[in-house]
Antibody
Framework: QVQLVESGGGLVKPGGSLRLSCAAS????????MSWIRQAPGKGLEWVSY????????YYADSVKGRFTISRDNAKNSLYLQMNSLRAEDTAVYYC?????????WGQGTTVTVSS | EIVLTQSPDFQSVTPKEKVTITCRAS??????LHWYQQKPDQSPKLLIK???QSFSGVPSRFSGSGSGTDFTLTINSLEAEDAATYYC?????????FGQGTRLEIK
C-alpha cells in the first residue's frame, strides 16, 4: 500500500543539525512533488518545503530558508531534509507528504526537539 | 502570503448534528482549497480536495463547497469518530498555507 515512513528525528542542541529521511513505497515516487510539513506541540500545521518530482524546483518557508535543505533520491524512493542551525522554535513533529491535489498521503511523523 | 481564517475555532456538538466549518482566504484562490482531519496523535488525513472533490475512502457525510475566498466543510449526521481538528489548506500560491484549525468535540 501507499506509505511514507519518516526517520531521523531526535533531541538536538540549539545550533545543531539533523537530517530527516522519508522512505516512500507503494507508488511511483519519481512522479510526485513531495513536501515537508511540521507541527509544533499543540499548534497547527506549517508548510516547510517542497521539491518537484525531478528535484529541479524547490521552495522553502521563510522561517527555514538558508538553514534547511530539501533533497530527494528517486532511485532510492527517498526524500530528505537537512536541518542546520536549529532553533528552539524548530521543535515540532515533521511530516513527509505527497503532493497531489493538496497533500494526499502523509507519513506518521518524526519528532524533532531542539533544547539545551 | 495568503492567510486562511477558519471559524469557529472550537465547536461542541452532539451526534447526528450537522456541522459547518468555514474557511476564508485573504485573496481569491479559485478552487485550490483542501480539507484535512487530524485526530489526536495521528497525522492529518485528506478529506476534500479542490474545494468539493471527496477523497477516496472518505465517508459521504463529509462534503465541501465554495470558490474564490469563501469555503465550507459540512459534516452531515455527525458521528462520535468525527471528533478531531479540521484544517483547510490552500495550494493556489506559494507559500502553501493552512488555516489555524477547528477543533470539534463530541458531547
Amino acid at each position: 500500500q501507499v506509505q511514507l515512513v519518516e526517520s531521523g528525528g531526535g533531541l538536538v542542541k540549539p545550533g545543531g543539525s539533523l537530517r530527516l529521511s522519508c522512505a516512500a513505497s507503494g507508488f511511483t515516487f519519481s512522479d510526485y512533488y513531495m513536501s515537508w510539513i511540521r507541527q509544533a506541540p499543540g499548534k497547527g500545521l506549517e508548510w516547510v518545503s517542497y521539491i518537484s518530482s525531478s528535484g529541479s524546483t524547490i521552495y522553502y518557508a521563510d522561517s527555514v530558508k538558508g538553514r534547511f535543505t530539501i533533497s530527494r533520491d528517486n532511485a532510492k524512493n527517498s526524500l530528505y531534509l537537512q536541518m542546520n542551525s536549529l532553533r528552539a522554535e524548530d521543535t515540532a513533529v515533521y511530516y513527509c507528504a505527497r503532493v497531489s491535489g493538496g497533500t494526499d498521503v502523509w507519513g506518521q511523523g518524526t519528532t524533532v526537539t531542539v533544547s539545551s | 502570503e495568503i492567510v486562511l481564517t477558519q471559524s469557529p475555532d472550537f465547536q461542541s456538538v452532539t451526534p447526528k448534528e450537522k456541522v459547518t466549518i468555514t474557511c476564508r482566504a485573504s485573496q481569491s484562490i479559485g478552487s485550490s482549497l483542501h480539507w484535512y482531519q487530524q485526530k489526536p496523535d495521528q497525522s492529518p488525513k485528506l478529506l476534500i480536495k479542490y474545494a468539493s472533490q471527496s477523497f477516496s475512502g472518505v465517508p459521504s457525510r463529509f462534503s465541501g463547497s465554495g470558490s474564490g475566498t469563501d469555503f465550507t466543510l459540512t459534516i452531515n449526521s455527525l458521528e462520535a469518530e468525527d471528533a478531531a481538528t479540521y484544517y483547510c489548506h490552500q495550494s493556489s500560491s506559494l507559500p502553501p498555507t493552512f488555516g489555524q484549525g477547528t477543533r470539534l468535540e463530541i458531547k
